[in-house]
């Protein structure tokens, strides 16, 4: 053998130490990604519906087909909230992580598509929360509703942010409105306080142009993040709520 070619054999060789140092670094990267995606977030949707829909019904049942789905597909991470279906509009509150959200939205999306007739029409996503302290559900659950809920809107109150927080602190006192766990979901139960959210209050915000679309919220998803090196933040470059 030459020297030549020891020479290039020896070139091949690779270092241990940096091999070992590379295959730790992409594990870290790749136990990042994981458990960023992983990280609690909730959703709150609206979206009015259409006035062919014939049976509310449909749009729980299809819902809770969705729910089942995700919880098979992601089963280390449990859809948890809450869907109120009023007789024009829904209201939609999920806690899960960012796959799972993704998944709702891109369901809403094809709803209002639907070559034989859309389920929804016009959608919003009033608030997302990104890592908060802990659940409002514990399970998924979703309730048909006669009529208009809650408390009327002083006309004073017509800022979306106004009208947003108003949503906010209808939500936290909807888990001690709710029937127990183990009732059967799509009623509510007897004796059951009726959720205090107004149906006046989503009309009113499925109105904001400031809120995104579910289709505008997608694209801010998979959009190229932009890094601002005088704050050090990063942010995405479109679709931002103002909200």
């Not at 089963?75 to 509150?93: A, E, F, K, R």
């Not at 106004?162 to 001690?176: D, I, T, W």
């Amino acid at each position: 053998m030459t020297p030549h070619k020891i020479s290039r054999i020896s070139l091949e060789i690779s270092d241990p130490e940096e091999e070992e140092s590379a295959t730790v670094s992409m594990l870290d990267v790749r136990l990042e990604q994981m458990s960023e995606s992983l990280v609690l977030q909730r959703l709150i949707v609206i979206a009015r519906l259409s006035p062919h829909l014939a049976d509310r019904a449909e749009l729980g049942a299809r819902h809770e087909e969705l729910h089942s789905r995700l919880g098979r597909q992601y089963m280390l991470d449990p859809m948890t909230g809450l869907l109120l279906i009023y007789p024009s509009c829904l209201l939609h509150v999920i806690e899960s992580s960012r796959d799972v959200l993704v998944s709702v939205l891109r369901d809403l999306t094809d709803m209002q598509q639907q070559p034989d007739g859309a389920l929804v029409e016009a959608s919003k996503v009033v608030f997302m929360a990104h890592n908060p302290q802990s659940r409002m559900f514990q399970q998924w659950s979703y309730e048909v509703l006669d009529g208009d809920q809650g408390k009327r809107l002083e006309e004073e109150e017509e800022s979306t942010e106004a009208l947003v927080l108003s949503l906010l602190s209808a939500l936290q006192k909807l888990p001690e409105r709710l029937p127990v766990p183990e009732a059967d979901p799509g009623s509510v139960g007897p004796g059951t306080p009726e959720p205090s959210v107004s149906q006046t209050l989503l009309t009113k915000l499925l109105a904001r142009d400031e809120l995104l679309t579910p289709q505008q919220h997608l694209q801010m998803f998979n959009s190229p993040l932009n890094i601002s090196t005088e704050a050090g933040q990063v942010v995405r470059s479109s679709c931002l709520t103002t909200v």
